[in-house]
């Protein structure tokens, strides 16, 4: 029979007498602050907090400061380093009256701090200290309902066991000891004694005093728990201790432990982390060390994504524990989806899973494990010295010890962490309650990261059906674009490109910016983004389009503007018209790699001014010329100026393979920020392999207009080379001419055009009306067959809107 050991006491006396007797244990540390750390670990454990810190008066400013502090950073709570003890704060309250303060979320809601806090389900308990020096304990948890019974006697007993450090010395000035340090927090300089830099294998001589020097030498997967440490904003005033790795010129990396404290500035003085660093291997090893909590929830504080969680959880616990292997899965409709598998190998895992993977993120069979549906459905953990007796699905990940850990948030289980170990495994207290912390600190960070990962997903999503499907096939050019959202915040971007084709084998190149990122602002970007195509379809010129987009800009009576760059391309004469309304101009790479910026003048931006010009600007292209359009989050950033962020773009296309123009825009956003969404769009110009050849002919409004119109089409086919299809061009040229002049008013012209067997007959009035396919005609009507014969003899027909008026157009497919 295997061996349950279920965490979580169900009894109120027996969490208590586990209190006890741990803070018994711990009442033996020899430091004293090693001692406070411990207890404040304890709250965690057995007090059901997210955070704990003391908070002890300080005589020379009066005010209460954190001594030190356990859990998740102060920094996700929004808490103070220090609070004026006159103040109307829940700790200050505890510390003046002697009583101790329980406050759920609606109470807590009275204080003016807790507008500080960014979640709103935050309960807190405030408790008095003993001694003559007093103080205060904090405890701070996200569980429904608050701090139960159990959790209340439980930090009550916590409470009564803190012993209030002694205020720190002042550090002595000059070189610190062989391991010590000393870093100024506003500059970043360090004073490092000759022993810590032997540790980072540096000499006196090659140390130039910066704590970036040393940063460049750790393990890049360490570097956001240390940043942890060494910036001010994540730091408590207080005690902190974790282990990191720094790089070796030879050999596998070095395990370092890290030990400071921060100390407040004050009278010209900046704060201070003053601490030592030391060779990890020679330390004693202990799973419950401060370093391995502070470590998990420092890195789940930065840990975005589930798959961030999933990572985080797995660096923290695998290595430490020296498990097997470990699963980290999240828990949709009674099904384990995992999400992190270490190792990643399928062989590593039980062949009922194998059977069950069906993708990247495969499904575990929740139905083939009753005993883990059974630890998620109560909510505690079950651990197993032995895994005998457990269904295969479950006893094959750890034969030798296997721990299966609900990550449980906001009163509801969000997902499991399974750990294994093939070796037989003994649980200690230590690693029980390191598990039962981990379990905690990774359930919160999973509920924030799914909620993260929907709202980034819906937020994709809605941007990219306001953006074009796909581009269109151009004659004589390739085009792609690109479109990134932004990675910080949820809230949706307003740029947006798109491609037009237009008649005569014209395109229209549109990118555009809409000011600010919310819901708003993406609505106006598809409402400006379907105008400017409406606008371009009817015909209307360039300069035309983008005055009449500004105008319908204004009539939104919007607070928002709109920065937009619109190209008209002649595929045919290898010709542009540029304008730009506040927009980055485009730049032009050259055949022989030369780039330049297009030098075209610019109105303002849409939606900012009634009488604004837009003039055009004239662009040549030759063939092999990229022509490329973005958006300021390409070339500018909070760390960037623009005309840098250019020079940069700039260089990127001019180095880039113009035959291959997908990787060229995957290039150029290789090493983009995301601060701001990005659109890019490229097109490479390679010229029409066959040049339309063309006519036109002004219908006068004579009485023999149609016979002038059929003598000019039939002069032009006898010029082509056209000669067996030249009545039915004569037929459909006399029927269109003759409805254009009957109906409408105002001039007419007759446009030819052939390419390859392609012939195109194209009449444009002034009169928007389409003509109108009759649905039956009598065999006395005297009129009405005239689109029918027009329909009859062509391969395809129809309008188009044209400046306010129309084109009608007939296409016939020649045999020659």
């Not at 209340?152 to 803190?162: D, K, M, Q, T």
């Not at 942890?228 to 050999?251: K, N």
């Not at 194209?762 to 014969?789: F, M, Y």
Request: hydrophobic letters at 45%; one cysteine or more.
């Amino acid at each position: 029979m295997a061996n349950v050991v279920g965490e979580g006491a169900t009894v109120r006396e027996t969490r208590t007498a586990r209190a006890e007797r741990a803070l018994t244990s711990v009442a033996g540390e020899p430091a004293a602050r090693d001692r406070l750390r411990r207890v404040l670990e304890l709250a965690l454990v057995f007090g059901g907090a997210a955070f704990a810190g003391v908070y002890t008066p300080d005589e020379r400013t009066g005010a209460l400061c954190l001594a030190e502090a356990a859990g998740v950073p102060r920094t996700l709570y929004g808490l103070r380093d220090a609070y004026p003890r006159t103040g109307r704060f829940p700790v200050t309250e505890a510390h003046r009256t002697g009583r101790a303060v329980w406050l759920r979320p609606e109470e807590l809601g009275g204080y003016a701090e807790s507008r500080r806090m960014p979640a709103a389900d935050v309960s807190l308990a405030a408790l008095p200290l003993r001694g003559e020096a007093g103080g205060c304990l904090l405890a701070l948890t996200e569980a429904p309902g608050g701090f139960g019974a159990e959790d209340r006697a439980c930090l009550e007993l916590i409470a009564g066991a803190v012993t209030c450090p002694v205020p720190a010395a002042a550090v002595p000035a000059g070189r610190p000891a062989a391991g010590a340090f000393s870093l100024a927090m506003d500059s970043g300089r360090v004073e490092a004694g000759d022993g810590l830099l032997g540790l980072f294998g540096l000499t006196r001589a090659d140390f130039d005093g910066r704590v970036e020097t040393l940063l460049a030498l750790t393990v890049p997967e360490d570097l956001p728990s240390l940043m942890s440490v060494v910036e001010a904003d994540h730091m408590s005033i207080g005690e902190r201790e974790l282990e990191f790795r720094v790089l070796q010129a030879t050999g596998p990396p070095k395990w370092l432990r890290l030990r400071g404290r921060l100390l407040p500035g004050g009278e010209g003085r900046p704060a201070r982390l003053v601490g030592t660093v030391a060779d990890a291997s020679t330390l004693r090893s202990g799973v419950t060390d401060a370093a391995r909590v502070q470590r998990l929830a420092a890195a789940l504080a930065t840990a975005v994504t589930v798959r961030d969680v999933g990572r985080a959880v797995v660096t923290a616990l695998r290595e430490p524990l020296r498990a097997d292997r470990i699963a980290l899965a999240e828990l949709e409709n009674d099904r384990l989806v995992v999400t992190v598998l270490d190792p990643p190998e399928p062989e590593a895992w039980p062949e009922v899973w194998r059977l069950e993977w069906r993708t990247e993120w495969p499904d575990a069979p929740v139905r083939s494990m009753p005993t883990l549906a059974a630890v998620l459905r109560e909510g505690r953990a079950g651990i197993w010295s032995s895994a005998t007796g457990l269904e295969p699905a479950l006893a094959d990940v750890g034969r030798g010890g296997l721990a299966a850990l609900p990550l449980a948030a906001g009163g509801r289980v969000t997902g499991a962490c399974l750990i294994g170990w093939d070796a037989p495994h003994d649980f200690s207290p230590d690693e029980r309650a390191l598990l039962t912390a981990s379990a905690g600190l990774a359930g919160q960070a999973l509920m924030r990261a799914r909620a993260f990962d929907a709202e980034h997903e819906l937020v994709g999503m809605l941007q990219r059906t306001l953006l074009p499907r796909r581009l269109p096939k151009l004659p004589g050019a390739e085009a792609v674009a690109r479109y990134l959202p932004a990675t910080a915040g949820l809230e949706l971007g307003g740029d947006w490109y798109d491609l037009i084709p237009l008649p005569d084998h014209h395109v229209a190149l549109v990118i555009g910016d809409v000011q600010g990122h919310s819901a708003g602002a993406a609505t106006l970007m598809g409402q400006m983004r379907t105008a400017l195509r409406a606008y371009a379809t009817e015909g209307h010129p360039p300069d035309v389009v983008v005055s009449h987009a500004n105008r319908l800009l204004l009539d939104m009576e919007t607070d928002l503007f709109a920065t937009c760059c619109y190209v008209d391309v002649d595929m045919e004469a290898g010709s542009a018209w540029c304008v730009r309304a506040g927009h980055l101009p485009p730049l032009l790479r050259h055949p022989d790699g030369r780039v330049e910026t297009a030098e075209a003048d610019g109105g303002p931006p849409l939606g900012v001014q009634t009488r604004s010009d837009f003039p055009m600007t004239p662009l040549r292209l030759r063939p092999g010329t990229v022509l490329a359009l973005t958006t300021d989050g390409l070339v500018e950033s909070a760390g960037t100026d623009i005309d840098e962020g250019i020079s940069r773009f700039a260089h990127g296309l001019a180095a880039a393979d113009p035959a291959h123009l997908g990787l060229v825009a995957d290039a150029l956003l290789g090493d983009a920020g995301r601060s701001d969404d990005i659109a890019l769009l490229l097109v490479r110009y390679d010229g029409m392999a066959v040049r339309p050849l063309r006519e036109s002919w002004t219908v006068w409004r004579v009485p023999e207009a149609a016979r002038h119109a059929r003598r000019f089409t039939r002069r032009t086919l006898r010029s082509w080379g056209v000669t067996k299809e030249a009545d039915a061009v004569l037929l459909v040229v006399s029927e269109l001419v003759t409805n254009a002049l009957v109906h409408t008013g105002g001039p007419v012209r007759l446009d030819l055009s052939l390419v390859g067997d392609r012939l195109r007959v194209t009449v444009a009035d002034s009169s928007p009306r389409t003509p109108v396919k009759p649905t039956g005609i009598g065999w006395e009507a005297t009129g009405g067959r005239g689109i029918l014969l027009v329909e009859a003899v062509s391969a395809a027909w129809g309008t188009l809107p044209a400046g306010g008026g129309k084109q009608v157009w007939s296409e016939l497919v020649l045999g020659r």
